[in-house]
């Protein structure tokens, strides 16, 4: 019944958070983190196991930025976009990614879900900036130049 | 597995003299900047480079000394972001700055099998080289008081930080003071709630106090929002612990059995240092059930927060933690009333606990005796933008917005003019040059801020309170 998902990793999750509703954020976390966005049959499952309506999960996932309704790539791209860093000139280093990846503000992952490119409001590492984090790891004081090396390094890494 | 009080002197005793035994120690800093910088790449090489030359190093913290060993430890945040990487050198207090894993093998040969000091690798303004990291302007007109311990201990070690008496003020509270005591001590120090407003934090913890409830929450607010500012980021990364020991003290306190920490899902290095210091703690037994064989039981939990910048608010916080969509709502109820699963609940922001162990062990007089009157002791700033020096910094409240821009920042970038400055985040105000005698304090900046208001800034410069 379930395509997307594999239940016995979703019993994992509930399991680990003890099957407590209050943990939902946190299972969500968790399932995002397994399959880097929300599948709509996660919402399913976790409403039968949890009591709770399918309704107030996908209430849940739809007000917190983090979570994504949609497949996203295997590099996730964060361009810092806090006031630090726009005024070191952040949005370059967006424009340039967005125009080598075919990407737009409506558009984030490219077809083949290798690159997912979005803005963040702030990673707190002003000091350095402008910043972006791929799959979490920083990028001090980029460049559009520099952007574009990454991009080159990380398309050879596969 | 500490049993009681007397394991407790015990252990920081072992450690104590563990650490004295380190005859130098290497501190490389390993906050979310340096770590950028490539840090972790130079804390390797360091131990490789120490190792091939045959000094007995110790990486993880031991308890048996090892005579004449040298420490290598990843710690918090020097504040110095703008020079990182960071390389600290103990105990001539040397500071290295801009390292690359290529400087590693010189900086072991010459500093630490040697005594010579790196000049190329030094700080130096106007012509002058400053080795010792407390005597660079940035670093000499700071009091670090929340940030004592971030990049002088290993961000990542229970064991030194009770090698220096860490936790030793929760156990005065635990053992030697009633709660009354406590709310009493941090209500006559007059701590005011660093998140922005300045909310006496002895009063919310009496108001908690006196109220009958099945249970009471201690939360400890981590999600820093605001652009531009990483104080809280620098202090969870840096001196976990401190935090924790904080929360613990607050616990006793109010009678309350459970703390959340809420932290930004953005600070991955937080969260983990976070974990591993609960983890840490509730192994030592300092965290979990009849700690040190006092009766009492806290524990501790990680909330990572979902990418909402609203839940830096209390009440959308609290509902946060519940598994709710992060939706303020009206008050009052207050959240000292009805906060956390509706529960008399502590929330207090990541600095404010950071302060609090030092009041309870060395008073509330001495802790008046920094800053001002109405706003006494520290505040850490973050300057970020258009100045000369980036990066973290702990000044006693009342110091001049002149000397944090041009004393301890180093002026503005390039040596342009001054316009502005905002301050305080989108909730904050902007501070022209009109203002740069004005004293940084909840007082004054209030006042200031509603005169000016929050009309259109234009970053010169962005320092966060």
Redesign the interface.
């Known amino acids: 019944m379930y395509e997307m998902i594999d239940s016995k990793e979703m019993d994992k999750i509930l399991h680990k958070h003890q099957y407590v509703?209050?943990?939902?954020?946190?299972m969500?976390?968790d399932t995002q983190a397994k399959y880097r966005y929300l599948p709509k049959e996660a919402f399913f499952y976790l409403s039968e196991n949890l009591g709770i309506s399918t309704a107030k999960i996908y209430?849940?996932a739809t007000?917190?930025?983090?979570?994504s309704l949609e497949q996203k790539g295997k590099y996730v791209i964060k361009i810092c976009d806090?006031?630090?860093c726009h005024?070191?000139k952040s949005i370059p280093i967006l424009e340039k990614l967005r125009n080598e990846l075919g990407l737009s503000a409506t558009k984030v992952t490219t077809d083949d879900l290798m690159f997912t490119v979005e803005t963040?409001?702030?990673?707190?590492?002003?000091?350095?900036?402008p910043?972006l984090t791929v799959n979490?790891k920083?990028?001090?004081a980029m460049t559009p130049d520099k952007t574009t090396e990454l991009l080159v390094k990380l398309k050879e890494e596969n | 597995m500490l049993l009681n009080r007397e394991d407790f002197r015990n252990a920081c005793k072992i450690y104590k003299k563990s650490l004295d035994a380190q005859k130098k120690k290497i501190l490389v800093c390993a906050g979310?900047?340096c770590?950028?910088?490539g840090a972790l790449d130079i804390y390797a090489e360091l131990i490789r480079s120490n190792k091939e030359r045959g000094v007995p190093c110790t990486v993880s913290f031991e308890k048996e000394p090892h005579d004449g060993s040298v420490g290598i430890k990843k710690s918090g945040c020097h504040g110095f972001?703008?020079m990182?990487p960071l390389v600290r050198i103990e105990p001539q207090g040397w500071l290295y700055i801009k390292v690359k894993p290529e400087d590693c093998d010189e900086i072991i040969e010459k500093s630490i099998v040697g005594e010579t000091f790196l000049d190329r690798l030094a700080y130096i303004k106007d012509g002058k080289t400053y080795p010792t990291q407390e005597k660079i302007p940035f670093y000499k007109k700071q009091t670090r008081l929340a940030l004592e311990h971030c990049g002088h201990i290993d961000a990542t070690s229970i064991n030194e930080y009770l090698a220096i008496e860490g936790y030793g003020a929760f156990v005065k509270a635990l053992f030697d003071m009633s709660q009354d005591d406590i709310v009493n001590e941090v209500n006559l120090s007059n701590l005011r709630g660093r998140g922005g407003g300045g909310y006496p934090t002895g009063r919310k913890w009496i108001q908690v106090r006196r109220q009958e409830a099945s249970a009471k929450y201690i939360v400890c607010n981590g999600d820093?929002?605001?652009?531009?500012?990483?104080m809280d980021?620098s202090i969870m990364e840096g001196d976990p612990h401190r935090i924790l020991e904080g929360m613990m003290i607050a616990g006793v306190a109010c009678g309350a059995l459970e703390g959340y920490i809420y932290v930004?899902?953005?600070?991955?290095l937080a969260v983990k240092r976070l974990e591993t210091a609960i983890d840490e703690a509730r192994e030592c037994g300092l965290l979990g059930k009849n700690i040190l064989g006092s009766g009492h039981d806290f524990d501790i939990k990680i909330?990572?927060?979902?990418?909402?910048?609203v839940c830096g608010e209390g009440s959308a916080l609290t509902a946060?933690?519940?598994?709710?969509?992060?939706m303020p709502r009206v008050k009052p109820p207050r959240t000292v009333e009805h906060g956390l699963?509706d529960k008399p609940t502590v929330l207090n922001n990541v600095e404010t606990f950071a302060n609090v162990p030092f009041i309870i062990q060395n008073g509330a007089k001495c802790y008046r005796a920094i800053g001002q009157e109405n706003s006494p002791g520290t505040k850490a700033f973050?300057?970020?933008?258009?100045i000369e020096n980036?990066?973290?910094i702990e000044v006693p409240m009342g110091t001049t917005l002149r000397e944090v821009i041009f004393d301890i920042g180093g002026g503005m970038r390039g040596g342009s003019d001054f316009k502005a400055v905002?301050i305080g985040g989108p909730s904050g105000g902007c501070l022209t040059k009109e203002q740069l005698d004005l004293p940084l304090d909840f007082d004054s900046l209030t006042k200031a801020g509603a005169m000016i208001g929050l009309v259109g800034l234009w970053?010169w410069m962005?320092i966060?309170a």
């Open positions: 509703p209050s943990n939902i954020i946190a969500l976390q209430s849940i007000f917190y930025e983090n979570f806090g006031t630090a005024v070191r963040v409001s702030c990673l707190g590492a002003c000091g350095l900036a910043v979490d920083v990028y001090a | 979310t900047g770590v950028a910088g972001c703008e990182g820093e929002g605001d652009p531009g500012a990483f980021r930004r899902a953005e600070y991955p909330c990572k927060g979902a990418g909402a910048f946060s933690i519940e598994g709710k969509r992060g699963f973050a300057l970020t933008g258009n980036t990066g973290l905002q970053l962005n966060h």
